[in-house]
């Protein structure tokens, strides 16, 4: 069976389409694109996409060439990247649209773009005004910044797991995980404000005695733990309103906005339902600020009465609020 399969790949390659030669570059840099070319086609072929998709990204930075791009895209397509692939189709129509060298290209790299738009999955980034007015703010999407034009507008992502970051210059972060599981749907992330941010680094002391264990928490401790079960479920509940107003706004768009992509021109409706999302965003961001300011609290107060005698060391506490799909979280990092 593995002869047959291999001596079938062997007969594809040899009617696979010919990766047009490029007038950059050495002849040996393009020889060994080619190389990579048409090893990645059979590998496609036998069904090794990811690898398939490594050699023809690699392929395409030493001499790059439409018909790469294009073979690149229907990798994407194979591995849950359909944001990628409708970034490739539309970039590889769109060229050979200008040099007119290849209509049937151009032809078949579009309609594929336009019938994954319908379906790409978006991610919705809720910035509140009290981060968004911070001088220096930086905002990443798997480290990649993402400037201010973005904030609020729908962005095409890849299937998988995404990290949101934001960073002040005062040294402050947040950080939430989002997982896009399905093509079509929306997911709102909201960032919380600024107070409900963790110190990066910061350190917390610990008790004094030379045991790992902390014993029984004090009456104080679990009062504030209370208090932060509370906000957190205040924030949990206002975090899934406001996700549930924001896709009813999304829903509303197609049919009472003038460019639903960007939810400009549309009716009061639709606008009422947005500051509605917004509303309920803020309840969520203040829920989680008192939450884990009680929480954080709690834990010193924990950590510095344990009982007994401990050298001196320091841990460190970290509070992360996270929104996603229906659902608003805290993470707690620390070592103690």
């Not at 023809?56 to 018909?67: H, I, M």
């Not at 791009?69 to 359909?82: F, G, H, I, Q, S």
């Not at 005004?129 to 962005?155: K, N």
Request: charged share 20%.
């Amino acid at each position: 069976m593995v002869r047959v399969a291999r001596l079938l790949v062997g007969a594809a390659l040899a009617v696979a389409p010919a990766r047009p030669a490029s007038a950059e570059g050495p002849p040996d840099v393009r020889a060994a694109a080619e190389k990579l070319y048409q090893d990645a086609y059979a590998l496609a072929l036998e069904g090794y996409h990811a690898r398939a998709c490594e050699m023809y990204e690699e392929s395409d930075r030493l001499d790059p060439a439409n018909g790469t791009k294009l073979e690149l895209a229907r990798c994407y397509e194979k591995t849950d990247r359909p944001a990628s692939a409708w970034a490739l189709y539309v970039a590889v129509a769109e060229a050979d649209k200008v040099s007119g060298k290849n209509r049937a290209r151009e032809a078949e790299a579009r309609a594929r773009a336009e019938a994954l738009e319908a379906e790409l999955p978006k991610l919705v980034l809720m910035v509140p005004s009290s981060v968004a007015d911070r001088t220096g703010l930086t905002i990443t999407r798997d480290g990649v910044p993402i400037g201010e034009a973005l904030w609020g507008t729908p962005m095409p992502v890849d299937l998988g797991r995404h990290t949101i970051r934001a960073f002040r210059p005062d040294q402050q972060a947040w950080e939430g995980i989002v997982n896009v599981s399905k093509n079509g749907e929306t997911i709102l992330v909201a960032i919380p404000a600024p107070a409900a941010w963790a110190p990066r680094g910061r350190d917390v002391p610990r008790g004094q005695d030379g045991r790992r264990g902390m014993g029984p928490p004090p009456a104080v401790a679990l009062a504030l733990g209370g208090v932060a079960l509370a906000g957190f479920s205040v924030g949990g509940a206002c975090g899934g309103l406001a996700f549930t107003k924001w896709q009813e706004a999304l829903d509303m768009a197609p049919r009472q906005c003038s460019a639903p992509a960007g939810l400009s021109g549309c009716t009061q409706a639709v606008a009422d339902k947005g500051a509605e999302a917004s509303r309920f965003a803020a309840a969520s961001t203040a829920g989680f600020v008192v939450g884990g300011a009680a929480l954080a609290a709690g834990a010193i107060v924990w950590l510095v009465s344990a009982p007994g005698k401990r050298p001196a060391a320091s841990g460190r506490l970290q509070i992360l609020p996270s929104a996603g799909p229906g659902i608003v979280g805290g993470i707690v990092r620390g070592e103690f």
